[in-house]
């Protein structure tokens, strides 16, 4: 399900899309946002790329930095990004509308959240050893070594709540652009970073790195770029801020402020973050018991290449990219069409935009989903150290893909609740999902340590389908049929459309020896691109060719929403 994956700059994309001010605007911020995603996302690929040569996907010490690196990210969301997001950025709008532009609110809040931040950064950092002891079962040295990446990757809290006020102030004031591009630079450092690390300190597939041979200077150039990178991209936009020409300045007191009233409306929508991130906690947590026992395996002569946690964090990301990429910029113009037209009373055209949206956007997320299974095996090798351990991240992105339409499917299906300002129906559905979440993550953990993973990724798929269903009952009651049956047709034939381009693209990588251990697919990463290209371009034409066969109507208009959305944004 959708809360179940890791927290990505794709959900930071998600909460612009509620404060967008109008059309226009929004349409040029969708283009700003998808330019910044897309170029984001590939950045992010090749950083995942090089991580994975540098310590492994699959390697001693390669979950072990995955959960480290992750946690500053979910601290933030969960205990403070709901408040951040719920609470300062409706009240940031709203002043900048006053006559200083919210000069003195603004430098106000922004006092307050640097101080917040630093308070609960400290804390929380200081707090490490009891964190990691407590929130995994690492043991013996996995532990000492995921305590020290803590200590260099924790203070990254401070940063992705400054990156998140900073962001809102700029955006609030029309400036979308550095926001979207900031983690960009965030990527590019990181990559340096990665660099620079394996020129001095070796790949995982010469070095073999685990706990015992891991050097204080290994967790400096890894974690402590990783922290310079999103340091660096919350910092850059004090340099956007600073044209802005507010005439900011630290002032303390909330006399005025509002806070209390929107924090009590805002309360809803920061239990259901919390909730939902809660459940992302769970997953963790069972994911280290996989990630700790291969140290146990191969002591006792079993095969240690079993998937952990690093393997998840990179299956998540490859399989959201369609919803990065597509849905997530089709739905900022969406969600103002949904206001505009609860704003006018008009369910009618509700029901309509809804029903349009779910079909344009499932064009492109079946073919997602067909083109991941497809090409799960050289994707996995592009982000792994070895021909086996890139069958075992093929494995886990194919069992996603199954569920990436269901993800962009109740993403869309969600924002009609925020369109007609229901924030109670949203927490309903996600308690009931993150516990079907905790369950099946529950039975997940019983399992032997090499099925973990794995069915940790088949929940995730099947809470997204859950999900849709769940959604769809609660919006059905709230808004009458929206014409879930002609969405329901139309997936069937993107379907057979999938179908047949998936086929076409596994007889391209089975052509390329993908279905052979010693085959030209898995010899290199840069043969793994080749299968990619060749098999994407063929897999694309098939699935066109199939969609004019099928007489598919939203072919055409996903282009045009597309074309529609370039031409606002350079206007």
């Keep these: 399900m959708s809360s179940t994956a890791a927290p990505s700059n794709a959900d930071q994309a998600d909460r612009e ?27 992010g690929l090749v950083r995942t790329a090089l991580l994975a ?20 990210n979910f601290i933030y969301l969960m205990v403070a990004g709901g408040v951040f997001n719920a609470v300062l950025v ?54 000492a070594l995921a305590t020290a990446f803590a200590y260099w990757c924790l203070p990254q809290i401070f940063f992705y709540g400054l990156y ?109 973050m919390l909730v939902g991130n809660g459940l992302y906690f769970v997953n963790l947590y069972v994911a280290t018991i996989a990630s700790d026992a291969r140290q146990t395996l191969t002591d006792s002569g079993r095969p240690d290449r079993i998937a952990g946690l690093a393997n998840l964090d990179i299956g998540a990301m490859v399989y959201q990219l369609p919803h990065a990429v597509i849905a997530l910029s089709l739905a900022t113009v969406m969600f103002n069409q949904l206001s505009a037209a609860y704003a006018g009373g008009n369910l009618p055209e509700v029901r309509a935009v809804l029903s349009r949206g779910l079909r344009i956007t499932g064009v492109a997320t079946v073919f997602g989903a067909a083109a991941l299974l497809a090409f799960a095996g050289p994707l996995g090798m592009l982000f792994s150290e070895s021909p086996e351990v890139a069958t075992l991240n093929g494995i886990i992105i194919a069992i996603l893909a199954v569920g990436a339409p ?27 999902l993150s ?8 039975i997940a953990g019983v399992l032997d340590p090499r099925l973990i993973v794995p069915t940790l990724a088949a929940a995730y798929s099947l809470g997204n ?26 997936h069937v034939r993107f379907t057979v459309a999938g179908i047949v381009a998936a086929l076409a693209g596994t007889a391209v990588s ?11 697919l898995w010899q290199s990463k840069f043969h793994a691109l080749v299968v990619l290209s060749v098999g994407g371009v063929v897999m694309g034409a098939v699935y066109l060719g199939m969609l004019k066969l099928l007489r598919v109507a939203e072919l055409g208009q996903l282009a045009g929403s597309l074309q529609a959305l370039l031409r606002r944004g350079r206007t």
């Design 435 to 442: 516990g079907v979440g905790v369950v099946l993550a529950v």
């Design 17 to 43: 899309a509620r404060v967008a001010p109008n059309s226009g605007s929004a349409a040029r911020a969708s283009a700003v946002m998808a330019a910044g995603t897309v170029v984001s996302r590939v950045l």
């Design 164 to 272: 998140a006020v900073l962001g809102q102030i700029l955006n609030a004031n029309g400036s979308f652009g550095p926001y979207m591009w900031a983690p960009v630079v965030n990527n590019l450092v990181s990559i340096g970073a990665l660099v620079v690390f394996l020129s001095l300190m070796g790949a995982e597939q010469a070095e073999a790195y685990k706990p015992e041979t891991w050097t204080p200077e290994h967790t400096f150039l890894l974690a402590g770029g990783m922290t310079l990178g999103v340091a660096l991209q919350a910092l850059l936009l004090f340099l956007p801020l600073r044209r802005l020409k507010l005439g900011l300045k630290p002032k303390f007191g909330l006399h005025g402020t509002g806070l209390g009233r929107t924090g009590r409306l805002a309360s809803v929508t920061i239990v259901t």
């Design 90 to 143: 409706p009240q940031i709008v709203r002043a900048s509308r006053q006559p200083d532009r919210g000069a003195d609110y603004v430098s106000r809040i922004l006092t307050l959240a640097v101080a917040a931040l630093l308070v609960l950064t400290v804390l929380v950092t200081l707090a490490a050893p009891v964190i990691i002891d407590a929130a995994t079962r690492f043991t013996d040295g996995n532990l």
């Design 510 to 520: 089975c052509a390329f020896g993908g279905y052979d251990a010693g085959g030209y």
């Design 465 to 490: 389908m859950i999900a849709v269903v769940v959604s769809h009952l609660f919006l059905t009651r709230a808004i009458g049929p929206y014409g879930a049956g002609q969405v329901f047709d139309a």
């Design 406 to 432: 269901f993800l962009s499917a109740n993403f869309l299906l969600g924002r009609v609740f925020y369109a007609g300002e229901d924030v109670k129906t949203p927490l309903k559905i996600q308690l009931i």
């Design 53 to 72: 040569a540098a310590i492994g996907a699959s390697g001693g010490v390669s979950d072990l930095f995955s959960y480290a690196n992750a946690l500053p």
